[in-house]
């Protein structure tokens, strides 16, 4: 059974920088598609970043780009989410979530999922 542990989260100015992580286990970790969604209080949960099996494809929201970068080390079994120039509106929990195959931009087609991880940006 995959598992998914998130870890980096936490209190941050606005302005100021998060390199979020998550560990993979369970299964052969190039074999997935990972993603980073994130979730506000009263929000749905959205697609914040997607990385292919190989890190040669990738996506972004248009919220993120230019400020957040998602990597993937195969060899660390551990996908990133480097998060720059934070704004209060990126306060949200940050779940990691895998899936077989190709990158998805819908919450629905990721198997796996982890606890998320809580980002709080103050003003």
């Known amino acids: 059974q995959v598992q998914l542990v998130e870890s980096g989260g936490g209190l941050v100015q606005a302005g100021g920088s998060l390199r979020l992580s998550c560990l993979h286990s369970g299964g052969t970790f190039s074999s997935y598609a990972m993603a980073w969604f994130r979730q506000a209080p009263g929000k749905e949960r959205d697609l914040v970043a997607a990385?292919?099996?190989?890190?040669?494809?990738?996506y972004y929201a248009d919220s993120v780009k230019g400020r957040f970068t998602i990597s993937r080390d195969n060899a660390k079994n551990t996908v990133y989410l480097q998060m720059n120039s934070l704004k209060p509106e990126d306060t949200a929990v940050y779940y990691c979530?895998?899936?077989?195959?190709?990158?998805?931009?819908?919450?629905?087609?990721?198997?796996?999922w982890g606890q998320g991880t809580q980002v709080t940006v103050s003003s």
């Open positions: 990385i292919n099996w190989s890190g040669s494809n990738t």
């Open positions: 979530a895998a899936r077989i195959s190709r990158v998805a931009v819908k919450l629905e087609r990721y198997d796996y």
